[in-house]
């Protein structure tokens, strides 16, 4: 029997849902139509015109300034805490901070401090050489987590005392120039003194006390850490009321945040997504270089400081010709256009060019120039022969080498098969092997690699990059796991350790030499065949914010991230508003963008998103009830079905 | 997965009527699946210690880097940390510590471990509880429907909807969500749980909240209710086939009657397990759309632990993921020999 | 030796006890495959499936290899549809559909040896637990309460964390992927086998065997695994789909080997690279190309159930 049972029913069904979905997307698409590209954010979901939003995929541990490891925690706590000084927008040089003035004795060993009146601490109490005094003193503790994390500046310091309510001495074991700038928090004594030694490294400090120019307000583990501007800043109130660095998985959603104004700034973008944001109106793109770089780092020869040999690195890395002739295999021109997207320049010397006075530029004559000819003559002249399968062989060995390398990074990764290529077109054998950093920096310590690719980021003080290829930075302890130092291609060289000792103690041009000194010899000895300076694309809604201080320079300097400053975030303000400059702000004076223009209204449309989802939401749920719940009665039975 | 749960559930229930049958009272099957559940409890304890001591930790070699700390000084470090004792003390502090809900100290963030974890906590059961709440109405009428009228086109176009849906990579769907909706057009947000810089408080914070779930509500929603209402179907059907159904209808019982107060029930069963047991499951599948919506949850959490590498953060996730999916069996087991009709009558 | 002879009947003449067994199985395929054809679905699928696996075999011929070589790469980057790459290319200037073809390799190499290693375990300890737990033998039943205890447990621990912490110490290569996805598959298969096993324990012929004095080892490979093979073949094709899809989750998540474009790192290069860019197909069509192959398995081992278990064929 014919009975169409169910199918009216099964229409209305469909009918109502289809009701509902269109109600669903209707609300969304006139909001859509509202808001152009390039937008600004509803007016009653935008986070306020004086909030600026950093978007990163790196993320804060924490609010300790001991333990902090991330770039960004180091980007939070120059915000919160001041050092002494600061670096220079324009030229790294000393600049007053929490010190106003210093000097050094005839003799190099002595150094006096006068600490800024007036400062306070942001729960009131006022700062002091006391503070100064207390923070120093808790860092030169030897054996200390404290130590261990200011040693590339409190090295030297044999003892540290206050000789007044606003003065500080510092005495040298020797003469040490880089003491005006000390990159060392200040931290208020009245709290610190109640952290023991034992509670150091496992201190949350979650309502950070500083005399800074913003205030942690809130720090969500993951996801962002929230700040607000110091309102009793002794460098003046910062042109925002408030600043978030929110932190995300991936930079593509970063970069959709960027251009739909849920953000303000992009820090971590890949090339590619760099490239996507091009012409969005509203959004400014600086391409700037940075003191990062890759290198393509050897195995010279691992040895522990007390010169015992260990680990498996294939012994034809120790011959210098080896280095030397896969530096000049590496088209560097083509990694820079290929896997940096054109953001960067090829590397040469440790110390990258945005320090020129302490960058070494090797003479044109000098320099690995992309040249797999002269690579393979070198090789051959070494007694490389090409043996069977296009394999190199000496002494019956093949010239076969492993290749490693941090698998979270894309650039590693898109670098990789590059190197593969181009070295195994001068006849060495490549073994590709991505892995975690910490199984890589493991099998370093333990001299268990003959190649991998990483980077560094170099500051102002080339002092601790230098250190990376002393002699004593070389792993230490015993079998089976060494304790690695800083080393990572093992290099000693009497020659270099005797300078790096030398540029400790000397200053001006003087140590510019004896740094461009030490990097001729290391560009000498290749112990990294150093890849690409890397640029920074940063990208910023330069419709919404102006004020931004770049350094090191006007024209080509990073917007924020800078090397161990934070002029832009104290200079940032709204377009439309006026800059505040205090005695400190001089940074501000160089800033870009138009100094004061019309405010541009956000074109938000009135229907907002939240709103949109709810109704949304209510649509679809009631909907879902709908269905569910109508009582409607089926006068069918089995047989009417049949 | 699908057909292992479903042959899981359908043993699980053959297991309890043959338990009940055998003269085993209720009372004493309950304790026996709670002892169990436990016991399992304790194995995944042991396991989690010795794989996270098995692998490479030594916070203080990365805090110490490069300075001269003596060896005695690291090993002071890494005490704070519970490591540097002989094993069987580590051990034996694991244990007490983990029953005081002392997951130890995190070697990222500094603080310890159940504070990390209680902050991601809230979050995923968020997600996950409102997309199962979703894909469990959705997905069991859906397979209700298409079970009762097999072969017609809702049941046809359903079916082809949900096999789709199961082959579909979660992280995939949710990327073009993100696309279409975050990028394209501008209707839901890009990622995070707020909005960056607040979200405001009171009425209009949830309002953002929701704003914010949307996406990847759907998205797990969506992935799951496939599974459920393909179980939901083929219960269904088999139920249909039984002969008190038979009976009911050549007593001339209305169709919705049949199905509402026979078919439905009984066919219900091994759905309820299949839910109770994917719910454990789902808390730590959410790490895909977590990742790719920027969801601070569990999820993300252990997967940038992960990469740190945070082991006590991973140690107390893993710990807690394990947890939930023995609770869930626990529950399903108890759900099925409370509601199984013949359990109850032996 | 036999003696051919035709006899009056014209029936075939009896001849030696494996050509019988083998005339038995033929007939059983016969009907087998006469049964799996009546399912459009099931057809549908194995279709697509041979198809797909011919692609994978026919790579070499299909796009040059050269065309994976990120430094040989030289159309431009992130590029719409053209003549020469007609799925659009990725940020290293790379053919979309070269790496498509060629990532079907992978992608279906380790969902194929993740399922054969995840099928052997799970088999190995399904057949033995159903077996020794049947036997009347206190020994018997803790055998089997350990397997099941110890299957249970597994099942326990979540998939993608264990997934990921092993992936993550043993390194991102194939093998180490193929080995976690095995070694986390296997309970499924182990619950659905034990099951099968015990029921296949009860039929006759096993009570005979064991009369007859044929030991344990006898019993289980040579009566309950071929009776067991057929529902662990379906089994086997559904495992498949999977581990394809678990493959695609651990690459995106950065733990899949970045020297290789399988399906899944195509979608994690998409995913950091391709979002907003010029060409949106090298995110889609990864996504596509995995649903058809996981839909294509699902379809034929759902097809090859139901023929086995005619109560399932209603469906």
Redesign the interface.
Known sequence: MLRS??RPH?RLAAAGLAICAGVAAAG??L??SA?PVG?AMPA??A??PT?F?V?DTA?V??M?PY?G?TSLDFEVYGLIYDDLTDYGQLDYSAQPRLATSWSVSKNQLIWTYQIRHGVKWTDGVPLTAADVAYTFQRDIQP?S?E???N?AYVQNITSVKQTGPYTVVMTVSKPTPNMDKLIVPILPKHIWEHVSE?QV????NSNPVGSGAFIVTKF?????V?LKANPNYWGGKPGIS?L?F????????????L??G??DFAEGL????F???KGVPGVALNNAPSGNWDELAFNTGAQTVTNKPIGNGNPALRDLNVRLAISYALNRPQLVS?VL?GYGSPASTIIPPIYPQFHYTPPASATYNYDPQKAGQILTADGWKMGPGGVRVKNGKQLSLRLYWG??S?TY??D???IQ??LSAIGIKVA?????T??LT?DIGNGQYDMFIWGWGVEPNPDFQL?VFTCA?RSA?SPP?Y????SDSFFCNKQYDTLYLAQKSLGGVARENVVKQMQQILYANEPYALLTYDNDPQAYRSDLFTGFAPQPDARNGLMLFQEVSWWSYRCLRPVGTSPSLTDHNIGCQHEIGAPVQTVAASAGSSIS??????I??AVVILG?AW??LARR??????DE?E | MLEGALAAAQELRGEEAGAARGGAGLARSLTIKIVSAIVTLFFVLVFNFFLFRVLPADPARNLARGTALTASQMAAVNRTYGLGLPLPQQFWNYLVQTLHWNLGISFEYHIGVSRVIGSALWPTILLVGSSTVFSTIIGVWTGIRGGWHRGSRFDKTSTAINNTLYAMPDFWLGMVLLIVFASKWFIFPEGGMHSFGGGGTGLAGINDLLWHLTLPCIVLTLVYLAEYSLVMRSSLIDEIGSDYLLTARAKGLRDAMVRRRHAVPNALLPSITLIMLNLGFVISGAITTETVFSWPGLGLLSYNALNFPDYPVLEGAFLLFSAAVIAANLIADLLLTVLDPRVRQA | MSVQTETATGIPPISSGRQIAWERRRRAMAKFWQEYRKDRDGMTGLVVLVLMIAVALAAPLLASSRGLNPTLATYPVNAAPGWHYPLGTDSDGRSVLTELIWGSRISLLIGFAATLLSMVIGAVIGIVAGHFGTLNSWFGRQTDNVLMRFTDWFLVVPFLPLAIVLARTLGPSLHVIIIVIGITSWPGTARIIRAQALAVETRPYLERARALGAGHWHQMSKHVLPNVMPLLLANTILTVAGTILSETTLSFLGLGDPTRASWGEMLNGAFNNGVGTGNSLWLIAPGVAIIVVVMAFTLVGHALEAVLNPKLRER
């Open positions: 049972n169910s099964w969304p698409a909001a859509a808001a937008r009653a979901t986070h306020g909030t939003v978007g993320a541990d924490g300790n333990v490891q054996g987590v130590f261990s994390d040693s034992k490294s496992t201190f949350a969500n583990i993951n996801q962002s929230e408030k978030v929110q932190n995300f998985t991936n930079p593509s959603a970063e970069a959709i945040a251009k739909n849920s953000i890949t090339p590619a997504l490239n996507s944001l290929k997207g698998s979270d894309p990764n898109a990789a098969p590059f290529a181009w590709v092997t991505a892995m975690s910490s199984t493991q250190s930075q302890g796991n304790t690695p130092g800083w998103g939240p709103m949109i989802g709810g949304a939401a879902l269905l569910l009665r089926s006068t069918t039975t089995a079905r």
